[in-house]
């Protein structure tokens, strides 16, 4: 089958998985092309335009987005990121042919991008199967919350905003998706179970069935190594007691990596007889301790394997995740590991096997790291690398994937016609632009890709040049000056968007 797959983001858990994947369908005899937006992964194509020297197109929506909330609702939501349906994709850079000869379209995160006013009409008719990386796709705009279930009806009064109201963004969001997700002929997915029941329950997608499969992991890479060549490598005494953990962003307060400080504290005064280095990965601030913790910051794949294979466990303290790829790859390595029975992290190991569950406190999870230390580590070792890679690799992960593809290529058509979609998306976009501008005190630069060319033809190249043409028969970039008001210059965008529009 052709696949074409799409995340809105080039970085990121989602986009790991997502690309992942996309390598394992290849190496199953699946054809395939990978998109996201830019700065776009080497071998993939672009989602968007790109302006030389131009701001990554996201950029501007996370900066409005984290304009919605406070850090203290999202601390105490474990949630790092509200968005609601907001894009500033007018134009999409993937060709009508791309799309047309996919066999399926698989989406993974694709928020920010979806309601573009070219790609989503361009998906309508298409087979789509969605992997849900979180809760996002079926909430009002969360994209995790430990507590707020208002999505299994309506959003509203939504406890993450900055002015939660009965129509709220979190209500019109949920209001929106409602009226668009019917255009779409979806099969849905997700690598946990605990994310494919909330899912199930939610009022978006009350009943439908929803796939569990796992991320698909490199077991080449992520495998077994000489573990004392390595500790002499990095310099790490042979008798210590290894303690890892680490994620993208240490600042993120879902992760909860202040969990771990406290437990080793906990640790180094209960145990004091314990030799024990504690060892951490990832961006963001450099946190401290009474203990010497060793930050080696964000590191390649292969060096992050070097440490999985170096620590005697690694622990996952999040308060909240769908299936953690840090927990599937430290199991690959052959590293015992320690989460939470939260979300679906719990699904990522066998407890007592190859890992163990520790109660939600420093205290215990303290506890459960003296556990491990007591434990048989080398019998977990060799367990944990013959679960994940029984269970995580590639080949097994892109058959389950075949089937579904093959089940929903195999059903009929059962979505709506487009009736007023064009209307309600250049709405969308509009709207968009206008919030983004107002949250961030910024002017946005947006290309916009009329649906005619010069000499009558659609397209007019452009999805092959992946550039900003000039002529305006073809095309335009609006640069509205930095001192316009907004108002000012969404009415001449909106003038020139519709004088663009006339040609079709």
Same mark, same amino acid.
């Given at each position: 089958?052709?696949?074409?797959?799409?995340?809105?983001?080039?970085?990121?858990?989602?986009?790991?998985?997502?690309?992942?994947?996309?390598?394992?369908?290849?190496?199953?005899?699946?054809?395939?092309?990978?998109?996201?937006?830019d700065p776009v992964l080497p071998g993939c194509l672009p989602l968007n335009y790109t302006s030389p020297g131009g701001a990554?197109?996201?950029?501007?929506?996370?900066?409005?987005?984290?304009?919605?909330?406070?850090?203290?609702?999202?601390?105490?939501?474990?949630?790092?990121?509200f968005s609601d349906m907001?894009?500033?994709?007018?134009?999409?850079?993937? /060709?009508?042919?791309?799309?047309? #000869?996919?066999?399926? !379209?698989?989406?993974?995160?694709?928020?920010?991008? =979806?309601? %573009? @006013?070219?790609?989503?009409?361009?998906?309508?008719?298409?087979?789509?199967?969605?992997?849900?990386?979180?809760?996002?796709?079926?909430t009002g705009g969360c994209h995790y919350h430990v507590s707020c279930r208002r999505y299994d009806q309506q959003c509203g009064e939504c406890p993450m905003l900055v002015t939660p109201s009965s129509n709220d963004l979190s209500a019109q969001s949920h209001r929106l998706k409602r009226e668009l997700y019917p255009h779409l002929d979806?099969?849905?997915?997700?690598?946990?179970?605990?994310?494919?029941?909330?899912?199930?329950? /939610?009022?978006?997608?009350?009943? #439908?069935?929803?796939? !569990?499969?796992?991320?698909?992991?490199?077991?080449? =890479?992520? %495998? @077994?190594?000489?573990?004392?060549a390595l500790r002499e490598e990095y310099d790490v005494p042979q008798d210590e007691f290894v303690v890892l953990a680490g994620m993208e962003s240490l600042d993120n307060p879902r992760k909860n990596i202040e969990c771990v400080i406290e437990a080793m504290e906990i640790f180094a005064e209960t145990?004091?007889?314990?030799?024990?280095?504690?060892?951490?990965?990832?961006?963001?601030?450099?946190?401290?301790?009474?203990?010497?913790?060793r930050h080696v910051g964000s590191v390649e794949s292969d060096t992050l394997a070097d440490w999985y294979n170096m620590a005697d466990v690694f622990v996952h303290p999040s308060k909240l995740d769908n299936l953690s790829n840090t927990l599937c790859e430290a199991q690959c390595c052959g590293t015992p590991v320690i989460a939470f029975d939260t979300g679906g992290s719990a699904e990522a190991f066998q407890d007592g096997v190859t890992g163990f569950i520790s109660e939600l406190s420093p205290e215990a999870l303290a506890r459960t790291i003296n556990k491990m230390f007591m434990s048989d580590r080398p019998r977990m070792r060799v367990a944990a690398r013959e679960f994940a890679s029984r269970r995580f690799c590639?080949?097994?992960?892109?058959?389950?994937?075949?089937?579904?593809?093959?089940?929903?290529?195999?059903?009929?058509?059962?979505?709506?016609?487009?009736?007023s979609l064009e209307e309600v998306l250049v709405a969308n976009v509009m709207d968009s632009l206008f919030k983004v501008m107002v949250a961030t005190g910024a002017y946005c630069e947006i290309a916009v890709q009329p649906s005619c060319a010069k000499g009558g033809k659609r397209g007019g190249g452009m999805e092959e040049s992946g550039a900003y043409p000039e002529d305006s028969r073809r095309g335009c970039i609006i640069r509205p000056e930095a001192s316009a008001s907004s108002g000012t210059w969404i009415g001449a965008m909106l003038q020139k968007v519709l004088s663009l529009r006339k040609c079709e």
């Open positions: 089958m052709n696949i074409l797959t799409i995340n809105a983001l080039p970085s990121g858990g989602a986009a790991y998985a997502a690309l992942r994947l996309h390598v394992a369908l290849m190496a199953h005899g699946h054809r395939g092309t990978f998109v996201c937006t990554p197109l996201m950029s501007s929506l996370f900066r409005y987005w984290d304009s919605l909330t406070t850090p203290d609702s999202r601390t105490e939501a474990a949630c790092e990121l907001s894009t500033v994709l007018f134009s999409c850079a993937v /060709s009508d042919d791309a799309i047309a #000869q996919a066999d399926i !379209v698989h989406l993974h995160w694709a928020q920010g991008v =979806l309601l %573009s @006013p070219k790609l989503f009409p361009q998906l309508c008719g298409k087979k789509i199967v969605w992997t849900f990386h979180d809760m996002n796709p079926f979806l099969a849905l997915a997700s690598p946990s179970a605990w994310l494919a029941k909330l899912a199930s329950n /939610s009022s978006l997608f009350a009943g #439908q069935p929803v796939a !569990v499969i796992p991320n698909a992991h490199d077991i080449k =890479l992520f %495998s @077994p190594r000489d573990r004392q145990y004091p007889e314990i030799p024990f280095e504690l060892v951490m990965f990832g961006g963001g601030g450099v946190l401290s301790a009474s203990f010497c913790i590639e080949e097994s992960v892109a058959q389950q994937y075949s089937r579904v593809y093959e089940e929903h290529a195999g059903t009929g058509g059962r979505r709506q016609s487009h009736g």
